[in-house]
């Protein structure tokens, strides 16, 4: 039996990561508007917790230690195969209550119905899990009624509920914690993981950078000095749409190129301009004419 040998496709170039998509508060608490509140309760657990929906899903309540404000997940639950265990913060308790608080109201209103219709209650009553809808465990938070509302919400394009994940991590960079500290709490497998966060709030490593301009030399006679405010023409946070360099535009300045965008020209540049294209057409005249000076 003859088997057919396909070329093996080696890429050139690495695969493009797509960027993590996140919401605002703004934009999260509109989503949330728009929700069922046992969505909203499941949205507001995957941003406190970091946790996948699909070990989110899975978390029991035997695993959930409000008084010692802990919890845990299973290994077989984990992408990681690792058993997981994560602090609970008072935000994470109050959403957990209110879950328990919803199970048992949605229990009583089963209950309520099979006595006014003169029938058994359910015996397969979902009692193990934390997140469940009238007694079934929750198969999928990523639905219809969650893209609906992130639509209403004003999110960005692309995201789904994997980016309440990015969204945790996100605030938790904006609000001071380390890269390691974020793998730690999002149990990530490697710090390669949360590398894709390391330009979120950069101001973090302002310790480290201030120790390489440690022994920076101080400027002898400035030529000129910056106001506190710095409300002046070399403000550092204006509109600077001139920047040359690579493809993600981050080497040098080129203020040709910033002004290149502006209605006026410069007059030495229009002066350079106009004396190059005539030089240009005289070039071209000479050739024309066979006139070539060696």
Same mark, same amino acid.
């Given at each position: ?72 997940? %299973? ?52 009692? %193990? ?142 002066? %350079?301009?106009?004396?190059?294209? %005539? ?16």
């Amino acid at each position: 039996m003859e088997v057919e040998h396909y070329p093996v496709v080696v890429p050139l170039f690495r695969p493009v990561v797509p960027e993590s998509i996140w919401l605002t508060p703004e934009v999260f608490g509109r989503t949330c508007d728009h929700l069922p509140w046992h969505l909203v309760l499941a949205a507001r657990a995957a941003v406190l917790l970091l946790l996948r929906m699909r070990t989110l899903l899975s978390l029991k309540w035997c695993f959930v230690f409000p008084k010692q404000k802990w919890a845990q997940v %299973e290994r077989v639950h984990q992408k990681t195969k690792n058993l997981f265990g994560f602090a609970l913060t008072d935000p994470a308790i109050e959403v957990l209550r209110e879950l328990r608080a919803f199970q048992r109201q949605q229990w009583e209103d089963h209950v309520r119905r099979c006595a006014r219709l003169k029938i058994a209650t359910r015996q397969d009553w979902d009692t %193990e899990h934390v997140f469940t809808w009238k007694g079934r465990k929750i198969d999928d938070c990523n639905t219809a009624a969650f893209q609906r509302a992130l639509r209403l919400a004003g999110a960005p394009e692309g995201a789904n509920w994997h980016s309440l994940r990015h969204t945790g991590a996100t605030w938790g960079r904006f609000g001071g914690l380390q890269l390691a500290d974020l793998q730690a709490v999002g149990g990530w497998r490697s710090i390669a993981s949360v590398q894709r966060y390391a330009h979120i709030a950069p101001q973090l490593l302002a310790p480290a950078s201030n120790l390489i301009a440690r022994d920076m030399p101080r400027l002898t006679n400035p030529s000129r000095t910056l106001s506190e405010d710095w409300d002046d023409p070399l403000d550092f946070g204006s509109d600077i749409r001139g920047i040359s360099g690579g493809a993600e535009g981050d080497r040098t300045l080129d203020l040709r190129i910033a002004n290149a965008n502006t209605t006026e020209t410069p007059p030495d540049m229009a002066s %350079e301009n106009k004396r190059l294209q %005539e030089t240009l057409e005289r070039l071209a005249g000479d050739a024309l004419r066979g006139i070539i000076w060696k």
